[in-house]
């Protein structure tokens, strides 16, 4: 089964950088998924990682261990729309594309 | 261009109705899901069928009933609608494998 955690809610302040860390617990890793979520909207899609290390996407990083069932998502450049939830999704391996989600991480940003 | 279209958006019926909700998409994609989001805003996953046929089919009950007549399209039908199945259902599709997910905009669902 899958166990995936991260931090029910964060805080932070326009023009700063925001880390949102993510551990899971899982039978069949193939792969970390961050996606975005507005109030109201449908997740869209962040970053995928399956090798250790850090994938960089314009303002948005995600760091992947592998060894550690750990990854963060790393935001800089913090503007008012990235308030949002953010949801971490681990790719189970015996169920094809089978994607289980965290419960999401609420960011606030203020001025 | 809408990838992954639902419909309706909102859904609003009574305990005891059955109802359908719609979902296309004009991707290409071979696989397509179904997710419900409760009002912790957790995830799950409820269906996933590639190709037209039912790979994934999780701890349901049996009153929901997915159907796909085509790669295109998977729709789900619900009968005896229950004051929990109020929530936030998503469809999504992506590619076979190693790919995430297209979603659609949702289809909140509310049984009074």
């Known amino acids: 089964g899958q166990n995936i955690d991260q931090p029910t809610e964060m805080t932070a302040t326009e023009g700063a950088i925001v880390q949102i860390n993510c551990t899971y617990q899982?039978?069949?890793?193939?792969?970390l998924f961050w996606y975005q979520q507005h109030a109201g909207e449908a997740p869209t899609f962040l970053s995928y990682?399956?090798?250790?290390g850090l994938e960089e996407k314009g303002r948005f990083s995600s760091f992947l261990s592998r060894s550690k069932g750990y990854s963060y998502l790393l935001l800089k450049e913090l503007q008012m729309k990235d308030s949002a939830s953010y949801l971490c999704?681990?790719?189970?391996?015996?169920?094809?594309?089978?994607?289980?989600f965290g419960a999401g991480t609420i960011l606030r940003v203020k001025s | 261009d809408t990838a992954v279209s639902q419909t309706p958006k909102y859904l609003v019926t009574q305990m005891g109705n059955d109802k359908s909700i719609k979902c296309e998409q004009n991707?290409?994609?071979?696989?397509m899901y179904w997710y419900k989001q409760d009002s912790k805003k957790f995830l799950k996953i409820m269906f996933s069928y590639n190709n037209k046929e039912l790979i994934i089919n999780e701890t349901v009950p049996n009153r929901f009933s997915p159907k796909s007549p085509d790669k295109a399209h998977l729709n789900l039908h619900i009968n005896s609608l229950e004051l929990g199945d109020s929530a936030v259902y998503f469809c999504?599709?992506?590619?076979?494998?190693?790919?995430?997910?297209?979603f659609g905009s949702g289809t909140r669902l509310t049984v009074v």
């Open positions: 899982t039978s069949g890793f193939n792969g």
């Open positions: 999704a681990v790719r189970e391996l015996e169920y094809g594309n089978k994607l289980v």
């Open positions: 999504a599709s992506s590619p076979w494998t190693d790919s995430g997910y297209t």
């Open positions: 990682n399956v090798l250790d």
């Open positions: 991707l290409g994609h071979d696989t």
